[in-house]
């Protein structure tokens, strides 16, 4: 067998416990359980012993020259409530429901009784009477866009988006009005203590940033998801569902071992620079419309001068591409990220 020159690998377990178990573990979680949570945790600290001896264990087997970098793409913390964007907007006259009769009845029990289950058996029943009865695959099939301003999209729940139709877009100042009530949320709904807002102009850049939501947002510093589904309440304050009491925060780590990296604690590292790093240890161009930057100040300067970090000339986006994805790849890419976990 060939010898690899470069090798990864993925732990998901750490991830899907920090969902289920985070109420076991922090003491803090209006869903603790003093008579249950505390063997839950016992149990919890082994799996992580776990983890760290199979880490260590690939330590042992690596050669000496052998550069090792361990990256989380997020953090993790308590999910205390829930915000139904979709509702919202709905009640504040920006949305539309189709007038589907009486699906529309059937749907809103069946959100009712989904609420309160984690049966995987349940789930299959729930989809096959959305698939084959209702004819419905989600919350996207009951809005009225040609009648509605806005709307919240299928997204990762760990964050809010909005997007707006061709009505909201082309209605004078609605943008600057939305955003301001998304503001407000702090003042107006029970619960809400925090709101940051972001727009794509500010956060993006390249030629597909008009591809992106209209807006984001992040309740309660993210111990609230925020969903797509239609709710009686636009605010919870409970997890949507039972069994994900964890969600993701922004702050995860960064560890880099070998003999080329520095003995520092580094500050500011963002996911977006790993890639760029890896490529420049490997001597490969990295593209100027990369973001990131690679992680020059973890490097011993002597293994940084006989490097040769080399950045890409800017390069105009071919017109085929100008358009993105098809609807095809796209429907792939959200069934993928569907079974990830991450809508």
């Known amino acids: 067998m060939k010898d690899w020159d470069f090798f990864f690998a993925v732990f998901s377990f750490t991830d899907w416990i920090g969902h ?6 922090d003491e ?9 949570s505390p063997e839950v945790k016992k149990k919890f600290n ?9 880490i260590g264990k690939l330590l042992s087997i690596l050669p000496n020259d052998t550069s090792l970098m361990m990256v989380s793409d997020h953090g993790m913390g308590p999910l205390e409530s829930v915000f139904y964007t979709n509702s919202w907007l709905e009640k504040k006259g920006c949305l539309r429901r189709k007038n589907l ?8 029990k069946i959100k009712l009784f989904s609420e309160g289950s984690d049966s995987k058996y349940f789930s299959a029943f729930i989809n096959i009477l959305r698939n084959k009865v209702l004819k419905t695959k989600g919350t996207m099939d009951l809005i009225d866009f040609e009648n509605s301003l806005a709307y919240s999209p299928e997204h990762n729940t760990m964050f809010g988006c909005i997007n707006l139709t061709k009505k909201g877009k082309v209605l004078n100042g609605f943008k600057g009005e939305l955003i301001q009530d998304i503001k407000d949320l702090s003042h107006t709904v029970n619960g809400i203590h925090q709101v940051q807002i972001y727009v794509p102009e500010e956060i ?13 947002f992040i309740i309660n510093n993210h111990k609230s ?11 919870v304050a409970s ?20 003999d080329i990296f520095r003995n520092i604690r580094m500050g500011n590292v963002s996911i977006l620079d790993i890639a760029p790093t890896i490529m420049a240890l490997y001597g490969f161009e990295i593209p100027s419309q990369m973001d990131g930057k690679a992680l020059t100040e973890c490097i011993k300067p002597k293994v940084l001068e006989s490097m040769n970090i080399r950045i890409g000339k800017d390069k105009k986006v071919p017109d085929d591409q100008q358009e993105g994805v098809q609807e095809g790849e796209l429907e792939e890419m959200k069934n993928m990220l569907k079974s990830l976990g991450y809508m």
């Open 46 to 54: 082994d799996t992580w012993r776990k983890i760290d001896a199979i």
């Open 239 to 258: 997890p949507s569902l039972q069994m994900r009491t964890g969600g993701h925060q922004p702050d995860g780590i960064f560890i880099a071992r070998g």
């Open 101 to 108: 009769g009486w699906k529309n009845f059937l749907i809103e």
């Open 28 to 36: 803090t979680h209006p869903l603790y359980d003093s008579k249950t």
């Open 204 to 216: 993006y850049s390249g030629p597909f940033v008009d591809l992106s939501p209209d807006i984001f």
């Open 225 to 235: 998801t925020v969903e797509i589904d239609f709710s009686r309440e636009d605010f």
């Open 20 to 25: 289920v178990l985070w109420k076991d573990i």
